[in-house]
């Protein structure tokens, strides 16, 4: 097996806020010894999120068993999707900006044909939809749980509660034309594929005003492992949460 050095894209404060999680999580159940330090644990999970390296390649870098890597990353991954922030936590957090954008994603999974509820007819791809609350400024304020592909973005944002929240604390929020009907508290875009007049500068400056955030988006998919996901469905949430809490943390 060849061993080469490698580089993750990240400032050492991620690596040091998640070598602290791990350290008090280790006193907390009196765990005495690990193959791996909290740094280097951490270091392998980040590696793991960051670059999406296999558990196979972790466990040839690190000298470890693959199970061990499977547990490591699990335990981490559980403890910063718990620090996550929550709708109601999002709302409270955006209430002094002067509004919210509102976007959805599917994540590529790696399922086959027979697998219809993830399949996104509009990525045309496997997938799961999670929907993106941005600031003003395109920054990631919240990432929800994640849904099955064939979900439609409207019926996604719904199901989180979204429009209801927004509406509830008198948020303004922007969003894409698959959001229409959504309540009136998310402002959306003309249908039509010719318009004139004043609908046209309107959609001109929605869209100046939505285009920014796609740098939260930018931000999430910086993070490979979530380029094309091979884990369980039911683990994708807690990862999505975890990217989340790092990106908030540093």
Not at 116 to 139: E, F, I, T, W
Request: charged share 25%.
């Amino acid at each position: 097996m060849l061993v080469y050095p490698s580089g993750i894209d990240l400032s050492s404060r991620a690596l040091q806020h998640l070598s602290g999680l791990l350290a008090g999580h280790r006193r907390r159940i009196g765990s005495r010894w690990r193959r791996l330090t909290c740094g280097r644990q951490a270091l392998l999970v980040l590696a793991h999120l960051r670059c999406g390296d296999t558990n196979a390649r972790l466990a040839a870098g690190f000298h470890v068993g693959i199970a061990t890597v499977y547990r490591y990353i699990r335990e981490a991954v559980d403890l910063l999707a718990a620090l996550a922030p929550t709708l109601e936590q999002a709302m409270t957090a955006v209430q002094k900006k002067a509004y919210v954008i509102l976007d959805g994603t599917v994540l590529p999974i790696d399922r086959i044909a027979a697998d219809q509820p993830y399949y996104s007819g509009k990525k045309k791809h496997h997938g799961m939809n999670v929907q993106v609350l941005a600031d003003p400024a395109g920054r990631l304020i919240w990432a929800s749980d994640a849904l099955p592909g064939a979900v439609h973005d409207l019926t996604a944002a719904r199901t989180h509660g979204i429009p209801a929240a927004l509406t509830a604390e008198d948020i303004k929020c922007w969003a894409d034309k698959a959001y229409q009907g959504a309540g009136p508290a998310v402002r959306v875009p003309f249908r039509g594929r010719i318009l004139r007049g004043w609908r046209r500068r309107h959609n001109r400056d929605h869209a100046k005003i939505r285009s920014v955030g796609e740098r939260a988006m930018a931000t999430l998919k910086c993070w490979r492992l979530l380029r094309k996901l091979r884990c369980s469905t039911i683990r994708i949430t807690g990862v999505v949460r975890a990217v989340v809490a790092l990106e908030l943390a540093t």
